[in-house]
């Protein structure tokens, strides 16, 4: 009589799991949910992605062409104003769309292997995905139209997108909590990034600015991300002393702890909700 031996499990059922491949699970399943719903939940989507900023510029480009004021020392305008725009848009991207993530998955959390960090995560990924494709095609075209768009210090440029892209992070992640707690809070945020736009420097270098005018914009983190990115593309554009990569990761890292211990402390009740 032989001895029995212990059968593998029925087709259909597996192991348990570790809580690291729950998570990834999770993530890969919310990240392709959101991808299919932002490239095709409205007709040609994907196409206005890449046609928004490129509109944009087209549009700046007209009015400073008008107004006669559309050299800089140095730098091409039309490029200047492109990463000036990618920049800024790294950050709301990443940041302002992403801060909605929990009440848009609102019906996703009644299941218990998904919280409501979860489904930030998964859009903050995805739209920094999509931001950094954006200005690769841009910086692609602009090529092919003749343009220099070799970055002299890459280095330089892809710290300050990244950090632009952690900073929207850590404001999404802050905010969504806010979000669902005090709803209010979703319309002042706003009414603060319409002004947010101007005091960027998207249209202009800071050292156009008096003295005065230009310390108060330069606490403002999206400029020394758009001025270091500027710096980055462009071997003879002046940049401020005052621009600081420091101060730049200082906003994106505080932003980033403060949104995830907030996740953390709010967890249960956002899942309540």
Same mark, same amino acid.
């Given at each position: 009589?032989?001895?029995a031996?212990?059968?593998?499990?029925p087709?259909g059922i597996?192991?348990?799991?570790?809580?690291?491949?729950v998570?990834?699970a999770?993530?890969?399943?919310l990240f392709?949910?959101?991808?299919?719903?932002?490239?095709?939940?409205?007709?040609?989507?994907?196409?206005?992605?890449?046609l928004?900023?490129?509109?944009?510029?087209g549009?700046?480009?007209?009015i400073?062409s008008?107004?006669r004021q559309?050299?800089?020392?140095?730098?091409?305008?039309? +490029?200047?104003?492109a +990463?000036g725009?990618?920049?800024?848009?790294?950050?709301?991207?990443? &940041?302002r769309?992403c801060?909605?993530?929990?009440?848009?998955?609102r019906g996703?959390l009644?299941?218990?292997?998904?919280?409501?960090?979860d489904?930030?995560?998964?859009?903050?990924?995805?739209e920094s995905?999509?931001?950094f494709?954006?200005? @690769?095609?841009?910086?692609l075209?602009?090529?092919?139209? &003749?343009?220099?768009?070799?970055?002299?210090?890459?280095?330089?440029?892809?710290?300050?997108l990244?950090?632009?892209?952690?900073? &929207?992070? &850590?404001?999404?992640l802050?905010?969504?909590v806010l979000?669902?707690?005090?709803?209010?809070?979703?319309?002042?945020?706003?009414?603060i990034?319409v002004?947010l736009y101007?005091?960027?420097?998207?249209?202009?270098s800071?050292?156009m600015?008096? @003295?005065?005018?230009?310390?108060?914009?330069?606490y403002?983190p999206? @400029?020394h991300g758009?001025?270091?990115?500027r710096s980055?593309?462009?071997?003879?554009?002046?940049?401020l002393p005052?621009?600081?990569?420091g101060?730049l990761?200082?906003?994106?890292l505080?932003?980033?702890?403060l949104?995830l211990? +907030?996740?953390?402390r709010?967890?249960k009740?956002?899942?309540?909700?």
């Amino acid at each position: 009589m032989t001895q029995a031996t212990p059968s593998s499990p029925p087709p259909g059922i597996t192991s348990t799991r570790s809580p690291w491949q729950v998570a990834w699970a999770v993530w890969h399943a919310l990240f392709m949910r959101e991808a299919l719903t932002r490239l095709y939940g409205r007709r040609m989507a994907w196409l206005w992605l890449l046609l928004e900023p490129l509109v944009h510029v087209g549009f700046l480009m007209l009015i400073f062409s008008t107004l006669r004021q559309r050299h800089l020392s140095g730098v091409d305008f039309a +490029l200047f104003l492109a +990463l000036g725009f990618m920049g800024y848009q790294m950050f709301v991207a990443t &940041g302002r769309r992403c801060a909605s993530a929990i009440g848009a998955n609102r019906g996703l959390l009644s299941y218990r292997q998904v919280l409501p960090v979860d489904t930030v995560l998964a859009r903050i990924a995805l739209e920094s995905t999509l931001q950094f494709i954006v200005l @690769v095609l841009l910086l692609l075209l602009a090529a092919v139209a &003749g343009f220099d768009v070799l970055p002299h210090d890459p280095l330089i440029a892809c710290a300050a997108l990244a950090l632009l892209a952690l900073m &929207g992070a &850590g404001f999404a992640l802050t905010f969504s909590v806010l979000y669902v707690l005090v709803p209010e809070t979703e319309k002042l945020v706003g009414f603060i990034f319409v002004p947010l736009y101007f005091l960027s420097a998207i249209m202009y270098s800071p050292a156009m600015l008096p @003295v005065t005018a230009r310390e108060w914009l330069l606490y403002n983190p999206i @400029v020394h991300g758009v001025e270091l990115i500027r710096s980055g593309f462009f071997p003879g554009y002046h940049v401020l002393p005052e621009i600081s990569m420091g101060y730049l990761a200082a906003w994106a890292l505080s932003l980033t702890v403060l949104g995830l211990a +907030l996740q953390r402390r709010f967890a249960k009740r956002l899942q309540a909700l």
